[in-house]
């Protein structure tokens, strides 16, 4: 049940609804995926969450189905073997407003599919088609549940469409038997992903029972209409067969397998119902959602709704016994997901003091992010490269140093912004010993490896971000994550880290969280921000500080690997170079997020107002005056400090501070680091 290792299957409208839980499924299946969207009816965020789920890049290309130009060079650049085809308009109402724009972006868009595909020589397809190609199916005696050798006879332009496209690669198929078409009707998809990461995210005004009812329990609609109660049904309102996404989402996996096994050099076209084969009223829906929620929601019995038919039900006996596939959840799982989705997304993937660009230059690549969340006084701006921290405006002052290009970022290795990991600050040279054998990895610092190695976390785009509210709506959230590979820079075990920032009025606080597959590995992680309180000046010079300790480790001078003991620091201003491991307090934890934060630092200068104020729940903190920076044109020596929370130096190689770092595959390695910002009193 997996998908070949090289090619890709082409998700055309991956970013909407049914395609982003399609995605997930496919991957999961072991299938590469390559994503086509115009984002007309959706946002890019939808792929950012699918590839948080599955925790792998998707490629993504913003593209119109009728731009042949711009699709035919995905194809040049993918293997594509075959297409599962979602893009299309769908609001019925809607379609009867302007037909001619549902024709050409529906009946039009696939054309200029089909013939790509037909240029590049990819003959299979999933087409998303709908059980509105049915019509009215109470015009027949004992049509429901409905087969799908049903007559067609769709109502509305935007069913015509479906029905037309259907013809389109019938008649396809008639002239070329090598054509593999999968014409999938759905019935009536509702839910949300488990994981409450990605459902529909409707513009405007939904038209669709779940999703209204959804925005009445969140408080966004006052009330449900409920269009009409004298239909002839048990409770008088319509059935339908609703099918939670996830179940939908898997049967294409079965067509696209099914497709898979045809005879060699035979085609095909067939129809499947995708439903459930059991109907529902408007009443039974509400009723499951009202579960979920717990409690009543308010609605009102209004007239019927033009174009509604009593029953919509499927039989799906086909799916089930060709595709082997059947629907295995019912609607009460999925108002659950769909409740979670709601109450974890109440606008959906709009979060309000959130928006997101891509570095200069770099338009249109999706790798190169940034996210700035925007609190009161306090706007800080986020990289998918190193989760780095780009920006920190306070008050109107910026107080870190950062890129506007991606190939800037790239082209510096002095870790600006930056997550650091797997392992910050140095092991001496470059191995450590476990479980008796001794584990080489990258030295990139003289004889010892610094930083997680020359392809640490630093260099790493991560996945995400994941952007919500905390739950008292006060504080934004931004969650990225990182699988780093086993043998990633000679590290044993894979690691899957996440990095968790946290946006207040007037403070940033990072959560690192990582766990691995491993029975024991290395793990440190920080952040690498070069802060200047100086008012925009381009040294640090003059920085006042208040250290909550004078205990740092000594450190050889030649190798700068701790000597065992424990020297004096004494400063209270930044003029001279610091690079000194600070001792906070004696631990013996992988994980100290559960720790209370501790001042560590406090920092300002004579020329601001600003006073900057650390605070951590880890052993030590690493001070460095940025001594050695070299950005051309852009940032010299001592530019920033850095305050680097952290694990002590080359804690692996020495046996009481092992425990520390060493992090198993029962384990979770955890830390908080919080920067805050204030006026000076
Ligand atoms: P959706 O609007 O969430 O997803 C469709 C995606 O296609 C959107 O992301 C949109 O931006 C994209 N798109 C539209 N036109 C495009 C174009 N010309 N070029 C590139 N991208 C384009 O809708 P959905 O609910 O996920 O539906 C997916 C498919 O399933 C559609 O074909 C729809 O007609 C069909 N369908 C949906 C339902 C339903 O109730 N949701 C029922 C039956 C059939
Ligand atoms: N309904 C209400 N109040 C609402 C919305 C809907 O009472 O605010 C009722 C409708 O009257 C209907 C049922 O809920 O009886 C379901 O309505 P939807 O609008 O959610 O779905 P439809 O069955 O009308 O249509 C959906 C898709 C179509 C697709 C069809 C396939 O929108 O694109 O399913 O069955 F073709």
Redesign the pocket.
């Known amino acids: 049940m997996t998908g070949t290792t090289n090619s890709y299957i082409l998700v055309t409208g991956g970013a909407g609804y049914i395609g982003s839980h399609t995605v997930v499924e496919l991957i999961n299946h072991g299938y590469n995926v390559v994503i086509v969207d115009n984002l007309s009816n959706s946002s890019y965020d939808a792929v950012s969450r699918v590839e948080y789920i599955v925790k792998k890049p998707v490629p993504f290309f913003n593209v119109d189905l009728r731009d042949s130009e711009k699709l035919g060079k995905v194809f040049e650049q993918y293997d594509i073997s075959g297409v599962i085809h979602f893009a299309a308009l769908?609001?019925?109402g809607e379609s009867t407003h302007i037909p001619l724009k549902y024709y050409d972006n529906n009946v039009n868009g696939t054309i200029k599919l089909l013939e790509t595909m037909a240029a590049h020589k990819v003959k299979t397809i999933v087409f998303s088609s709908?059980?509105?190609v049915y019509g009215d199916v109470t015009r027949f005696k004992d049509m429901i549940p409905i087969p799908e050798h049903c007559p067609n006879d769709p109502t509305n332009p935007?069913?015509k469409t479906?029905y037309v496209i259907e013809n389109i690669l019938h008649d396809i198929y008639n002239a070329d038997t090598t054509w593999k078409s999968a014409i999938l009707r759905?019935?009536?998809?509702?839910g949300a992903h488990p994981s409450g990461l990605i459902g529909e995210d409707p513009l405007g005004i939904?038209?669709?029972?779940?999703?209204?009812?959804a925005q009445v329990a969140i408080g966004r609609r006052e009330k449900?209409?409920?269009?009409?109660n004298d239909y002839d049904s048990h409770d008088g309102?319509?059935?339908?067969?609703y099918i939670h996404v996830v179940d939908l989402a898997k049967g294409h996996i079965a067509a696209l397998e099914y497709l898979n096994n045809v005879t060699e050099g035979a085609g095909l076209f067939r129809e499947w119902n995708l439903g459930t084969g059991k109907g529902s009223t408007?009443f039974d829906?509400y009723h499951a959602f009202c579960k979920a929620v717990g409690h009543e929601l308010p609605y009102e019995v209004v007239g019927?709704?033009d174009?509604?038919v009593l029953d919509?039900t499927a039989n799906a006996t086909r799916a089930n016994t060709e595709l082997k596939w059947s629907a295995e959840k019912n609607i009460d799982d999925a108002c659950r997901d769909l409740w979670k989705w709601t109450t974890d997304n109440p606008k959906g993937y709009a979060v309000a003091g959130y928006q997101w660009t891509t570095l200069a230059g770099t338009d249109g690549d999706y790798t190169s992010r940034v996210h700035t969340v925007t609190k009161d006084d306090l706007s800080v701006s986020f990289l998918n490269y190193g989760a780095s921290i780009q920006k920190v405006e306070f008050k109107n002052q910026n107080l870190v140093c950062g890129l506007d290009t991606l190939d800037e970022y790239k082209s510096q290795d002095i870790y600006l912004g930056a997550t650091v990991g797997r392992y910050a600050n140095r092991i001496a040279n470059g191995q450590f010993e476990i479980n008796g054998e001794t584990v080489k990895l990258d030295k990139n610092n003289g004889e010892n490896s610094l930083h997680g190695g020359s392809n640490g976390f630093n260099k790493q785009n991560f996945l995400g971000p994941i952007v919500k509210r905390s739950a008292d709506e006060e504080n934004l959230i931004l969650q990225f994550v990182l699988v780093d590979k086993a043998g990633a820079n000679g590290f044993p075990g894979e690691l899957i880290a996440a990095v968790e920032y946290t946006v207040g009025n007037d403070f940033v606080e990072v959560e690192y969280s990582a766990t691995t597959d491993a029975s024991g590995t290395p793990v440190n992680l920080t952040n690498h921000s070069y802060w200047n309180l100086a008012g925009n000046k381009s040294t640090i010079d003059g920085t006042q500080v208040k250290l909550a300790t004078s205990k740092a480790l000594e450190v050889d001078p030649n190798t700068l690997i701790p000597t065992g003991n424990v020297s004096t620091l004494d400063i209270s201003n930044l003029d001279g170079k610091v690079d000194n491991c600070l001792i906070v307090r004696e631990s013996s934890q992988i994980n100290t997020s559960s720790e209370s934060l501790v001042e560590v630092l406090e920092a300002s200068h004579p020329d601001s107002t600003l006073v900057l104020r650390v605070e951590t729940t880890e052993p030590s903190f690493q001070l460095y005056t940025g001594d050695y920076v070299d950005i051309p044109g852009k940032f010299g020596p001592r530019c920033g400090f850095c305050v680097e929370p952290g694990r002590l130096i080359n804690a692996v190689n020495v046996e009481k501070w092992k425990q520390l770092v060493l992090l198993d595959n029962k384990s979770t390695y955890g830390s908080r680091t919080r920067y805050s910002f204030k006026l000076k009193n």
């Open positions: 769908k609001a019925v709908s059980a509105t935007y069913g479906k759905y019935f009536n998809p509702i939904p038209n669709n029972l779940l999703p209204y009812l449900l209409s409920i269009f009409g309102t319509p059935i339908r067969d408007v829906v019927r709704r174009g509604d919509l």
